[in-house]
């Protein structure tokens, strides 16, 4: 790295002077803040790493606090040292070795360089690790070598003295153990947090007021408790709405037809022409295309609820000839012979070993080294993009028949918990502009992906030391970057910022929070995850500031149409290569917006007292014009 | 309405005295177009939409399209009653020039159909989309209550007037637009934009000196009538140890006379020259050694870098190519629309190559620029013609190192010392006229794609906006301008003086630039392209820079002090200090790098020849040069930015960090969809929003409260005698003295957000004519 003079390295200068040590967050800042909240913000690396600013402050902060400072990062409540060794070096990619002291806490990977100015400091969560290895035998110098694969688009590389006392452990033997706490017997760190936050994340959902909203119960809609016990569907909530004409005795005939027993439930339904998205897993068809009568009346039903249209969208996520595949397993999709008024479209979206395959080869030509001249075909080549487009587009194409069709639509994958849930909740973030207020879309994740048994454990192997489990899939991460995705084409209409969207990924590694634990809402009831565990809403709830969007215009009716082309989509650089301090952005656009914040008030300020003036003016000369001060005092965003 | 126009063909005039009739039958003015003077409404279609961008919100706009001899107009239903106060504007927001139209396509009933002079419709075209050629793709859709005829014949109209460009065509363009009496008269009236610097008198290029605190250099006269170089501009800034007497033998060493000319000075003193190769076939008298030494040396006799811009640099004919690759990425196969599928849009794209170039062309002036940032010497860029890429690459290290050259108008000023100023060959790059293909190139467009990738990663350390490069990018494409209709100084002159006034010397001498143009009525004057006002209102003009104000700009004279430390170690004039060849990165010196240093040479010359030699066992400093740009890839002492403010803006160069200008190369929107979404990207922000309203209300304080009118009217005429010659020029015309009576309502009616900018970067120039408000606006700012 040091010696390429090639072209990458030109801009560097800015950006690494003023982020001098890659990976650097200070913990000083941390010793230096009282207050609960802010302290969070730099727990994990990641999560503050990603704000200059904040480094910024770090870094003013290092400056004063640097004879106070401990080799030793600021504990959390209820976080304990495990071990700690000197003499560790870390490889950075991008700046070389560095010699310094690592310690490991049941939660977090420590490494402190103080020889460096300002000192180089590493701090990630163990919750991010997904593999340790040790890199080759003791070599000459009697060096051994680890590697840490992490979750979050990085591998770092460390390397100690080979120890003299054969019994002790190595300090990364220590780190194992705990960064696989499921695998050793042990409890994940979240169970153990005690930090208390002025709100609950947890009373941010409530799928009762959330049906409440949307006005169901209706005439058509009504709520069943048949769920209340997961006896009909184990991966499905207590609470859901289906169609009032059928039965609760009928939902478990139907449940027998769908697979794992994920009937078609009701995810939104549009406020003024009653057309719905529903969601399930794939009807039990097989080979010999078996029927249900119960599951046809039950899509009846969905469709007669609209009464605006004589027709119903069917979207299977996959690719038709995987649909047709599944067949064979029992599976297969809804014939149009036996589902009249139905029709059936393929969104063509590539199952959960695809797009793990795709962000392996994304991260393989981001980190460390990024080659210039082939950047854009080495990037078509991941086809990450393509897969982020025709989940947009199956989403897109959702959101139109409802809104423009004013059609019913169902959409269901084969279990109905990975591609079925990125449509549902893409299609209702752009269709219901509540979702896209900071809480409205902490009810989506909470109703769509959590309630509905996304399978969050599986998917990301939380404390789990097999890398190589086949279950894992970045399917979460793909719906976060679709939704980034839209906050670049439509920037006003979002209330949260990236800031939001990176925190949320940090922590859905970082098992600091209870939030993104076990696979369904059963087992987070069994596990009793919300008494035992902090919400994640819990810690940004009490911090709104930092991740609300200051060009946030609440435009409530407005559905978003966005441009699904490959020409229209970016890679998102300030999550996969955020680690290169080459990519960093060359101005801190958070700030720039917190003083486009300020200055905004301050204009507001003004409108309003020169408001007052003209008021008192004409009302004291009557003038002809009196009848527009009247029109200005509505707020301004109404007449955007 | 005029009823005479000089040249135009009989034919035509018939055919358009015959609309005017139908037209003026039903009231010429109700449709809502507002003609230039001679300008004429040839065919005419109502109930058409308008389809609109991703930028203009998309969806649709109804109104009624027209096609006169110069533009396609289209003019929407609700469009406010055109304000008669308002600036003389050439194109309307919605209106395209005949010139930038490439092509004419209709779309029909399960048919696409290039339209051309000679085609017969069979069928009724459901939409007409016109492909500019400055990259727009502009669709209307032809509603079924529009009728047939109509549509027929405006697309037979606009097929065609829009011609491809020839000289001919071009000229009775330039002609449709500039060429009334009345656009003459109100041409030579307006003034040139005093806030920029031109870059055409001595006294300007002083003034840059000035501003640079760029002692130790003069500006010489010795090319006042071309006879040194034809390309070089008149007056050129060279040693003040140099005498015009000495200058004068120095032209015969370079290539077309150009000789090393001083650009910019660094704050820290170092400077930027630029000039073309040395003439190699040339004997190099004693005295002339010295000279062409202290010439090219300038103030810092110790080190010069010659940077050498041949090589890895993009070519002006690989520039040509990847720009045709990408506009055919970009637009799709016009004529069967096909365009290239999605999953292979990434790869196609780098196939282009145009990235790539943008890239070499940032890493050449990001090193350039962390030379001079080091002080103490004099960077010389070498191009063997000096006119393409040595243009490019310091024009973008001044933007990258001088905070005044990204304002607007220190930018403007820029673009003339560096392009128009020193002789970028506009004319055949752009090759308006068709005339030689081999020489197109857009090297410009190159440079303002830089700009524009630097831009989007220092947005706020720009006082001008992406707007603004949008506008001159799509200016670039408009053969009206004589910053882009000539191919060097001289030739401008040429072309605004009368051709009497210039001396020509006998060498020298081209054929007139368009022979058949003689012959006809002479040729419109051509305005410069920084009279924004002819092509824009205000209230875009508004948008081309950053609505609030920027940290201030530092004192010009920080380096004042610096420069005074670097005096002490000058060595004695006499003594020739080292040159370095910068090439590929890395620093050589190589024996005959100047020509007249050379070993084979060495024994004519004397003393002078081996004293340098002696001062330039030059492998010592190489390796210090290495390090100033090795700079660029290692962490430094981390330097903030607003400590100082002429530390240069270096790109991030690497794949993900360079990426397409969409706005401009991507309103082509065929690809996009045709939703209506009032909520774009570009939508109408709050904050603007809220800018307008405190307008607004200030607006109706100075209503409550008169001010002295008599002032305040003043005050405006002082400002904006633009807009007074412009109600002039309307008042002469009889048709639109009716139309040119200010409705004394329609100036009040605020427009929102016209100048928002102005307000809050806090000095008010109310920019709206004869009304109380300017007044207003700056005693409550002030």
């Known amino acids: 790295m040091e010696k390429s003079g090639s072209m990458d390295s030109l801009g560097s200068k800015q950006s690494s002077s003023r982020h001098p040590s890659v990976d650097s967050l200070s913990s000083s800042e941390r010793s230096a803040q009282v207050k609960p909240s802010s302290a969070m913000l730099s727990e994990t690396a990641t999560s503050a790493e990603f704000s200059p600013e904040i480094r910024v402050k770090a870094k003013i902060h290092a400056k004063v606090l640097r004879d106070s400072d401990k080799e030793e990062p600021q504990l959390l409540p209820n976080e304990v040292v495990q071990d700690m060794a000197q003499d560790i070096t870390y490889f950075c990619p991008f700046t070389g070795a560095v010699r310094g002291i690592l310690t490991v806490s049941n939660y977090r990977l420590f490494f402190k360089c103080m020889d460096r100015e300002p000192s180089f400091v590493l701090d990630l969560p163990l919750g991010v690790v997904s593999r340790v290895e040790k890199i080759g035998s003791a070599s000459s110098r009697g060096d051994v070598s680890y590697g840490l694969v992490c979750k979050d688009m990085r591998n770092l590389r460390f390397a100690h003295k080979q120890l003299d006392d054969t019994l002790r452990k190595s300090i990364f033997e220590v780190l194992m153990k705990f960064a696989f706490p499921v695998s050793n017997g042990l409890q994940i760190f979240a169970f153990q947090y005690g930090q208390v936050f002025p709100e609950n994340g947890w009373k941010v959902y409530d799928a009762v007021s959330e049906y409440k909203r949307q006005g169901i119960p209706n005439e058509s809609w009504r709520i069943t408790k048949v769920n209340d016990h997961y006896e009909l569907c184990d991966t499905y909530p207590s609470t859901m709405a289906v ?75 996959r690719p038709s000839v995987n649909a047709a595949a599944n067949k064979m397993k029992g599976g297969g999709y809804e014939s149009e012979d036996a589902y009249q008024n139905a029709e059936l479209v393929f969104l063509d979206i590539h199952n959960i070993h695809v797009m793990r395959e795709s962000l392996r080869k994304l991260k393989d030509i981001v980190y460390p080294n990024i080659e210039d001249s082939h950047w854009l075909s080495n990037l078509e080549s991941t086809h990450w993009l393509e897969h982020i487009k025709l989940i947009l587009a199956g989403a897109l194409r959702i959101a139109d028949k409802v809104e423009s069709g004013k059609t019913s639509v169902v959409v269901h994958c084969s279990d109905g918990w990975d591609r079925t849930a990125q449509l549902t909740s893409l299609a209702m973030l752009m269709l219901d502009a509540y979702y896209r207020t900071i809480r409205g879309f902490q009810v989506l994740l909470e109703k769509e992906w959590l309630s509905f048994g996304h399978r969050f454990q599986l998917r990301i192997g939380h404390g789990d030391k097999n890398h190589t489990d086949a279950d894992r899939s970045p399917v979460f991460i793909q719906f976060v970057d679709c939704v980034w995705q839209l906050t670049r084409q439509f920037p006003a209409a979002f209330e949260f910022n990236e800031y939001f969207l990176v925190t949320i990924l940090d922590h859905l590694y970082s098992c600091l929070f209870g939030t993104f634990l076990c696979n369904s809402e059963q087992q987070r009831v069994k596990e009793e995850i919300p008494k035992r565990t902090v919400s994640l809403w819990s810690y940004i709830n009490s911090q709104l500031e930092e991740f609300t969007n200051p060009l946030y215009v609440n435009f409530s009716n407005h559905v978003l149409f966005p441009v699904v082309s490959l020409r229209h989509l970016e890679l998102w650089v300030g999550y996969y290569i955020r680690w290169n301090p080459r990519m960093r952005p060359q101005e801190p656009v958070h700030q720039r917006h917190k003083e486009l914040l300020a200055k905004r008030a301050e204009l507001q300020k003004r409108v309003d007292e020169l408001q007052r003036e003209v008021t008192n003016r004409s009302a004291s000369s009557s003038s002809e014009r009196a009848g527009s001060p009247t029109r200005s005092i509505t707020p301004v965003q109404t007449f955007v | 309405m005029r009823d005479e126009e000089p040249d135009m063909p009989r034919a035509r005039k018939k055919e358009r005295m015959l609309n005017q009739s139908r037209m003026s039958a039903r009231g010429g003015d109700v449709f809502g177009l507002r003609c230039l003077p001679g300008e004429c409404v040839l065919q005419r279609a109502v109930m058409v939409r308008k389809k609109l961008t991703a930028r203009e919100g998309r969806g649709w706009l109804s109104g009624t399209l027209f096609c006169t001899q110069f533009r396609v107009a289209f003019v929407p239903q609700d469009a406010p009653k055109a304000d008669d106060n308002a600036e003389t504007i050439l194109l309307g927001d919605h209106d395209i020039a005949l010139a930038s139209i490439e092509k004419v396509v209709v779309v029909g009933p399960n048919r696409t159909k290039l339209v051309s002079p000679n085609t017969w419709l069979k069928f009724t075209p459901e939409e007409l989309v016109l492909y500019c050629r400055d990259l727009r793709v502009i669709c209307f859709l032809f509603d079924r209550l529009t009728p047939d005829a109509q549509v027929i014949e405006i697309t037979h109209t606009i097929a065609k007037t829009y011609q491809p460009l020839k000289p001919g065509a071009m000229l009775s363009f330039q002609n449709a637009a500039l060429g009334s009496v009345e656009m003459k008269q109100f041409l030579s009236n307006r003034r040139r934009d005093a806030h920029m610097n031109w870059h055409e008198t001595a006294a300007e290029w002083e003034r840059e000196l000035e501003r640079c605190s760029a002692t130790g250099w003069r500006v010489s006269s010795v090319n006042d009538r071309f006879e040194m170089s034809t390309s070089l501009p008149r007056f050129i800034v060279v040693p003040q140890k140099v005498l015009d007497t000495e200058l004068k033998k120095s032209f015969a060493h370079f290539n077309d006379g ?137 024009s973008l290290v001044q933007v990258m190192c001088d905070p005044h050259c990204r304002s607007r108008l220190g930018f403007q000023s820029l673009v003339q010392k560096e392009w128009v100023a020193a002789g970028h060959r506009f004319y055949s790059r752009t090759n308006f006229h068709r005339e030689n293909d081999k020489e197109e190139a857009p090297v410009f467009l190159l440079f303002l794609d830089c700009v524009r990738q630097l831009w989007s990663q220092y947005p706020a350390r720009f006082q001008l906006t992406d707007d603004f490069l949008l506008a001159l990018h799509d200016s670039a494409h408009l053969p009206l301008f004589s910053t882009f209709l000539a191919n060097s100084q001289r030739e401008r002159c040429r072309r605004t003086q009368n051709v009497g006034q210039c001396y020509t010397p006998v060498s020298g001498w081209r054929e007139p630039l368009h022979p058949d143009s003689s012959l006809e009525s002479p040729d419109p004057p051509l305005p410069p392209v920084w009279d924004w006002s002819l092509q824009y209102c205000e209230q875009r003009q508004a948008a081309f820079t950053q609505p609030v104000a920027q940290t201030p700009a530092p004192a010009p004279l920080l380096n004042g002090n610096l420069n005074s430390q670097l005096d002490a170690r000058r060595p004695s004039d006499a003594i020739p200090g080292s040159v370095f060849l910068l090439s590929r990165g890395v620093f050589s010196c190589p024996v005959n790098l100047l020509p007249w240093r050379g070993g084979s040479a060495g024994g004519s010359i004397s003393g002078v020849y081996r004293k340098s030699h002696r001062r330039a066992p030059s492998c010592e400093s190489v390796p210090g040069l290495e390090r100033l740009l090795k700079a660029l890839s290692l962490a430094e002492t981390p330097v903030k930015p607003e400590l100082d403010p002429y530390e240069p803006l270096l790109p991030l160069l690497m794949g993900p960090c360079v990426g397409l200008w969409r706005e401009c190369y991507h309103r082509g929107a065929l690809h996009a969809q045709a939703f209506s979404h009032p909520l774009s990207a570009n939508h109408r922000h709050p904050l603007e929003l809220l800018a307008g309203e405190v307008r607004r209300l200030q607006e109706q304080l100075a209503q409550q409260h008169p001010a002295d009118d008599s002032r305040s009217a003043h005050d405006a005429n002082l400002n904006h005698n633009a807009n007074n010659s412009s109600s002039f020029l309307f008042s002469g015309s009889p048709g639109a003295a009716a139309i040119a009576t200010p409705a004394p309502a329609s100036g009040q009616a605020p427009k929102e957000n016209a100048n928002k900018h102005t307000f809050l970067s806090g000095h008010a120039s109310d920019t709206r004519p004869g009304r109380a408000n300017s007044k207003l606006t700056k005693s409550d700012a002030s």
């Open chain 1, 243 to 317: 169609p009032v004409n059928i039965p609760d005795e009928e939902l478990k005939r139907i449940a027998a037809f769908r697979a794992k027993g994920r009937i078609p439930v009701l995810s939104w339904i549009h406020p003024e022409s009653q057309a719905t998205v529903t969601r399930c897993s794939q009807p039990m068809v097989g080979v010999n295309g078996k029927r249900s009568k119960e599951d046809e009346k039950y899509l009846q039903a969905i469709m007669d609820a609209n009464a605006q249209s004589h027709k119903l969208f069917i979207f299977d996520a």
């Open chain 2, 258 to 394: 150009r000789i090393p000319r001083w650009c910019w000075r660094h704050p820290r003193g170092s400077d930027l020259l630029r000039m073309a190769s040395f003439q190699n076939n040339i004997y190099h008298e004693k005295d002339d050694i010295r000279h062409l030494e202290l010439i090219l040396f300038g103030c810092h006799s110790s080190v010069c870098v010659v940077v050498e811009l041949g090589e890895e640099l993009p070519s002006p004919a690989d520039i040509q190519l990847a720009h045709g690759r990408l506009r055919a990425l970009c637009l799709g196969d016009i004529s069967t629309s096909v365009t290239v599928p999605d999953d292979k849009w990434l790869s196609t794209l780098e196939a282009t190559r145009w990235l790539d170039y943008t890239r070499w062309c940032l890493k050449k002036a990001s090193e350039v620029a962390c030379l001079l940032r080091s002080g103490h010497m004099t960077v010389a860029l070498q191009e063997a013609e000096d006119r393409d890429m040595s243009c490019l690459v310091s």
